[in-house]
């Protein structure tokens, strides 16, 4: 048995459902908003092993924790609680979060990727640190809420740097803050308020963007032509409704090795990895997305990730993963 920890609105996990049924393999997806309502979970100890199992209540069906071969979390939610007085909804929705954890952090199964490591992989500066001790290049970067340091950080690196966030930029479902370039009116305002920490760096004049999805053992390298619109060239997110050119890319194979080793050393069998081919012809590191998204790469490449993804659950070897 597969399973699938996700939410229903999440179109990714669409792909490998698919693929899964294509196969007939046995799969289960747990859309974590159903939990408690729709769901009802039961776990025991039994000879010092967990024990227990999902009950789906439409459709009725069971699933032991003990057929559990593989894991796909992807991009679990909140649990959605319709029939609690308001003053205890925070109290009900810790507990359903609580015993999910402690599933998620004793079930005997293979992972893409554990939660745990996906918590710590998602901290850029635990991204940079590991990235920089492997051997990739990183841009010059400096992560502070100090206006000095921050001011001297950008006279050292000739007034061109860029601001991003520590974690990820999402405000809310709807709003995102990008990568945006520091100059000197933005100094100004850091000094009349006390700006928040953030993530400086040098900005790399860019030849292309790069997104290496990792999967497993095996790296899909894709070249994002950013630089062919004003509104893409900082952050290529920007121009999502622009058809930006994608195509295959044939990254050095020291770079690739690097990039699957990251991914490892992070404890993750997944990685959606962003980097720069710069100017200058470096490949430069910039952040890894443990569950980033992949499904319109694989529209555009025609890279084969959807079986890349079903291979390695069904394949479900713990002697890969990396605890």
Not at 87 to 110: H, M, P, R
Not at 196 to 215: A, C, F, G, H, W
Not at 253 to 262: I, S, Y
């Amino acid at each position: 048995m597969i399973l699938i920890v996700t939410n229903r609105e999440d179109v990714t996990a669409d792909f490998v459902v698919l693929e899964l049924k294509k196969r007939k393999e046995a799969f289960t997806r747990f859309n974590t908003e159903d939990f408690p309502e729709k769901v009802n979970v039961t776990a025991y100890f039994k000879n010092d092993k967990l024990r227990g199992q999902f009950n789906f209540i439409n459709p009725k069906y069971t699933v032991s924790f003990s057929s559990i071969k593989s894991v796909w979390y992807r991009r679990p939610t909140l649990p959605v609680l319709r029939n609690i007085k308001p003053q205890y909804i925070k109290f009900c929705t810790q507990e359903s979060v609580t015993l999910l954890n402690g599933i998620w952090g004793t079930l005997d199964a293979f992972w893409v990727s554990n939660p745990r490591n996906i918590y710590l992989a998602e901290n850029k500066i635990i991204q940079l640190m590991v990235a920089s001790h492997i051997g990739l290049l990183i841009p010059p970067t400096l992560i502070s809420n100090d206006y000095d340091k921050i001011s001297n950080f950008f006279k050292k690196q000739n007034r061109n740097i860029v601001i991003k966030p520590i974690k990820n930029g999402m405000l809310d479902e709807r709003s995102i803050l990008f990568t945006n370039i520091v100059d000197s009116k933005d100094l100004a305002s850091f000094k009349q308020s006390l700006p928040l920490p953030s993530t400086y760096q040098e900005n790399i004049r860019k030849e292309l963007d790069i997104r290496i999805t990792v999967i497993g053992r095996k790296a899909f390298a894709t070249e994002i032509h950013s630089q062919t619109n004003r509104n893409s060239s900082i952050d290529w997110r920007r121009a999502q409704d622009v058809n930006l050119p994608h195509r295959k890319h044939k990254i050095p194979e020291d770079v690739k090795n690097k990039c699957v080793a990251l991914v490892k050393k992070l404890g993750l069998q997944f990685g959606a990895i962003d980097m720069i081919l710069s100017k200058s012809g470096k490949y430069y590191f910039l952040e890894i997305n443990p569950n980033g998204q992949w499904g319109w790469i694989e529209k555009r490449t025609g890279y084969k990730l959807t079986q890349a993804i079903v291979d390695l659950l069904i394949k479900g070897d713990k002697k890969d993963e990396i605890i």
